[in-house]
């Protein structure tokens, strides 16, 4: 090897014998490793592992009941914007506050509530005494301090007006002339009831409110979105309202057996009845149909359910989702419903029951849908034209 000038020979000896010794050293290593491959390959045969079961279903089961309580919780902890659950607050207050005034536009404020033998108002005596006949004694004026209470709660919920004591204040107030005069309660003053509290409970008084104003004046507003639970509650409510009555029609004339003919028989009652019955004879097919819908109404009311959630995640896939979107499944139900109702209450009288009803049907809709309803409306009302006042004229 030809050294360049000034290096020792001596420099190139050291070299080479390292490179050799690092030769060795990896060739030591290889049949180290070799030697341990055969003999773990040996130990392998000799020794076979023995045969594990399959446990892929262990960890699912487990990561299912772990994520189901996430999930109810997250579930039932959704938001969702006020509009909704502000809407029922007004028509559910709208509708009481309009059965109230029709009692008194009657005179039946101490027929219905005072006690006897002038007035139905026994639920208000004896040792069963409702609270507030034993608090105030049962006489006409207690009956008309039931009515002004109820009155001006149902305004203030309306209004939005401490809107979570107005609700309790109308519902125990409700409850009490339902004791009064047990006669006269219904089963939709129940349901109202029940809905009263559930308002209580919730953000309803979010928009639309004298509370929200306040707050927003006190740089205290409320949030975008609030507890979207209350509005499934309620949904939840109606729907089994629906299904129950559905179910207790048992008589045969809400049925094939006997033609259909309920809704007509019904009309002929001058109880039910609001206009005469002669009408009813050259619509009699049509009145048959409408009975078949009511019933195909009442029982499919569950559908609305899986419908209400396909239509808010109609992106996922699915054939059923796919198709109920597409053939608008859950607004024929809604339609029907609202048919349903308004046919009730123009041609029976059967008091606040078609509009309490209908004051719940904001529920069945997405917030979104609202919205987009409100912004509509509020496009399409006619404002005032500012008049142009040309220069130098006076403004008067």
Partial sequence: MKRSKGTPASTDRPAEGAAKEDAAERAAKDDTDDAAEDAATEDAVAHPAPIERSTAGTPRRRNIFRRAPAGWVAFWDRREPPTT????????????????????????????????????????????????????????????????????????????????????????????????????????????????????????????????????????????????????????????????????KTDGAWGPLEGYSALANILTDPHFARFDPSWIAPLYPLLQIATALTMVFELGSPLMLPLTYWSATRDRPGFLRRWANRLRLRWVWIFLGINFHIGIGVTMRLGIFPWGMMALFPVLFHPEELIRAEAWVMAHLPRPRSRSIAPGSPAG
């Fill in 85 to 248: 659950l502000a809407l029922v607050r007004i028509l559910v207050a709208a509708v009481l506050l309009a059965d109230l005034l029709q009692s008194r536009t009657y005179g039946l404020v101490e027929a219905i509530w005072g006690p006897p033998p002038e007035g139905l108002g026994w639920g208000g005596v004896g040792n069963a005494a409702s609270a507030a006949g034993r608090w105030f004694g049962a006489s006409n004026d207690t009956a008309w301090l039931l009515w002004w209470t109820g009155v001006i709660s149902s305004l203030c919920l309306i209004a939005g007006f401490l809107s979570r004591i107005s609700a309790v204040v109308l519902a125990l107030t409700w409850a009490q002339l339902g004791w009064m005069s047990p006669d006269s309660d219904r089963g939709i003053d129940f349901l109202l009831r029940a809905v009263l509290m559930v308002l209580a409970a919730s953000q309803c008084h979010a928009r639309w409110s004298v509370d929200a104003w306040l707050r927003r004046r006190f740089g205290r507003p409320f949030p975008d979105e609030v507890p979207a639970w209350p509005r499934y509650l309620l949904l939840l409510q109606l729907v089994w309202v629906y299904f129950s009555a559905g179910h207790n």
